[in-house]
């Protein structure tokens, strides 16, 4: 697990690029040459008083060389198939480029929308052109604020993130402030579901890392358009290591280590299983959904810090068919030993268990799947925001669950060995 973590920090910090929208950067003929327009950012408007704001070093020599952005409104899926010439002429809007700063105002549409910047000179369609040297510039795209002014640096996809995260983190102010003493509580009188509770506490505190990381990020982001990327970077490493903990737990879990069917002696205390089927199947598992964590930041490296998306890229496709597969597994294993017990007590505590253990893993599938009803600007908010609740949701269903007196400890009273990681009085006392 240290290896994997160290794994996840080097990547998520040296792989990750913040696409900030106060882009600066370098005009290059070259590159415009070889792409037939170099691409820049994208951003996607509101709906009214957009602004383009771009800003030059070097104005003479982007003159000179007859420099321009080029905008397009992303509604044309062929440009890419177009030649040259075609394709700088397609452009909705052309800002030549000889001033040190040439702003552009976006037309209101009814519907958010998104353009396309590119960058284009005279040398752009010449096969055999001398390269220039490169201008430097500082390119802002603004949508409206609530009063109409052209001065906010969110597009249309993150209106409202920043506001989550503020309520995210005032919501677990309070959750920390009213249930932080019978947790220490618990955590210090050990018990059958010590190593359980320190599990799911150092998940939800890393999930707290994350949302205060992305605030940090958005709260900056919305003044300069830039943010800390460092923060960002930092929000899904905390995300990723969440993710990679409670699955270890929850595999772990329905793998053997507490739903076991088998019965051990009262000498021995329950404790975690080391049978090689188990220890693989939660290993293999939860290193299977590392590499795709991995594998889907850099796929995604163009999008802003979130934590999570869209899963339009094969990465996020395999990770939410591993989710649905190891739900699948789950219900398969809770449910040979839900139909085979007769204790109603047992059930509903397997039941509870189920429930906490499903909302997790299916949640972001579930949402994925509800988002292709909304508009392009609302389906990413709306997994991030989803799935960001239900697993918080999760973690409370088994906060409740592992500390209830009213059903866990009336169940373990009746038996010491059958129930998840229940322990020997005496080698609990021996022990703690």
Same mark, same amino acid.
């Given at each position: 697990m240290s290896r994997l973590f160290a794994t996840l920090v080097a990547a998520v910090l040296l792989g990750s690029e913040a696409s900030g929208k106060t882009v600066t950067g370098l005009f290059r003929s070259e590159a415009a040459r070889q792409e037939n327009g170099q691409f820049i950012t994208k951003f996607m408007f509101q709906g009214g008083n957009?602004?383009?704001?771009?800003? &030059?070093?070097?104005?003479? +020599?982007?003159?000179?060389?007859? %420099?321009?952005?080029? &905008? @397009?409104?992303? &509604?044309?899926?062929?440009?890419?198939? &177009? %030649?040259?010439?075609?394709?700088?002429?397609?452009?909705? #809007?052309?800002?030549? +480029?000889?001033?040190?700063?040439?702003n552009q105002t976006?037309?209101?549409?009814? =519907?958010? =929308?998104?353009?396309?910047?590119? @960058?284009?000179?005279?040398?752009?369609?010449q096969e055999n052109s001398v390269t220039h040297s490169d201008v430097r510039f500082t390119l802002l795209m603004l949508n409206a604020d609530s009063a109409g002014n052209p001065l906010e640096h969110f597009s249309a996809e993150e209106t409202g993130l920043h506001s989550f995260y503020f309520l995210l983190l005032l919501?677990?102010?309070?959750?920390?402030?009213i249930y932080i003493q019978p947790l220490c509580q618990a955590l210090r009188k050990g018990g059958p579901m010590h190593t359980v509770l320190k599990v799911l506490s150092t998940a939800l505190a890393?999930?707290?890392?994350?949302?205060?990381?992305? @605030?940090?990020?958005?709260?900056?982001y919305s003044r300069d358009g830039t943010g800390f990327p460092l923060m960002g970077s930092l929000a899904e490493l905390w995300d990723?290591?969440?993710?990679? =903990?409670m699955l270890y737990m929850l595999l772990s879990l329905c793998m053997g280590w507490t739903l076991s069917r088998g019965r051990k002696p009262q000498s021995r205390p329950l404790q975690w299983e080391q049978s090689p089927a188990s220890t693989a199947v939660a290993v293999g598992g939860v290193i299977t959904q590392g590499v795709l964590l991995l594998w889907e930041q850099f796929s995604e490296s163009d999008s802003d810090h979130h934590s999570y998306h869209a899963q339009q890229s094969l990465a996020g496709l395999l990770l939410l068919a591993l989710r649905v597969g190891l739900a699948l597994l789950l219900a398969s294993i809770?449910?040979?030993?839900?139909?085979?017990?007769?204790?109603?007590?047992?059930?509903?505590?397997? #039941?509870? #268990?189920?429930?906490?253990?499903?909302?997790?893993?299916?949640?972001?599938?579930?949402?994925?799947?509800? %988002?292709?009803?909304?508009?392009?600007?609302q389906k990413e908010k709306v997994v991030t925001i989803g799935v960001i609740l239900c697993q918080s949701i999760s973690m409370v269903v088994l906060y409740q669950l592992f500390l209830s007196r009213s059903l866990y400890w009336e169940v373990s009273s009746l038996s010491s060995v059958s129930l998840p990681l229940t322990m020997s009085r005496t080698n609990h006392r021996g022990r703690y």
């Open positions: 957009g602004l383009v704001v771009c800003r &030059l070093e070097n104005p003479l +020599l982007a003159a000179q060389r007859e %420099s321009r952005l080029l &905008l @397009y409104q992303d &509604l044309d899926s062929d440009l890419d198939n &177009l %030649s040259c010439s075609q394709r700088l002429s397609r452009a909705h #809007f052309t800002i030549p +480029l000889s001033q040190e700063e040439h976006i037309p209101p549409h009814s =519907s958010p =929308s998104l353009w396309r910047v590119l @960058y284009a000179d005279r040398c752009t369609c919501a677990y102010f309070l959750a920390c402030c890393l999930q707290g890392c994350s949302a205060l990381c992305n @605030y940090i990020h958005l709260a900056r990723m290591v969440s993710q990679v =903990s809770l449910y040979q030993i839900i139909s085979t017990e007769r204790s109603t007590l047992k059930r509903d505590f397997y #039941f509870s #268990f189920t429930k906490g253990c499903f909302l997790w893993f299916l949640c972001h599938p579930v949402l994925v799947l509800m %988002s292709v009803i909304f508009n392009d600007h």
